[in-house]
């Protein structure tokens, strides 16, 4: 029953109707997405991103002990 109501206000707002739906597939990408980095930084200590070619960001952790 929701579902036609849904469809009969995307039809009515077509716009507004590709703009929520782009949210929701976006939102599903970014948290598939991050709870990929977070396994791989629990699994591996790190990450590293490049900007551009140019430069390279590291994030690692530590140990609990501050020991390196």
Do not use: K
Request: charged content about 15%; proline content about 1%; hydrophobic content about 55%.
């Amino acid at each position: 029953m929701a579902a036609f109501f849904l469809s009969l206000w995307v039809v009515s707002h077509p716009l507004a109707g590709a703009v929520v739906l782009a949210a929701i597939v976006g939102s599903f990408v970014g948290v598939r997405r991050a709870s990929e980095l977070a396994r791989c930084f629990h699994d591996c200590g790190g990450l590293s991103f490049d900007l551009g070619g140019r430069v390279r960001i590291t994030i690692a952790r530590t140990d609990a002990d501050g020991a390196s």
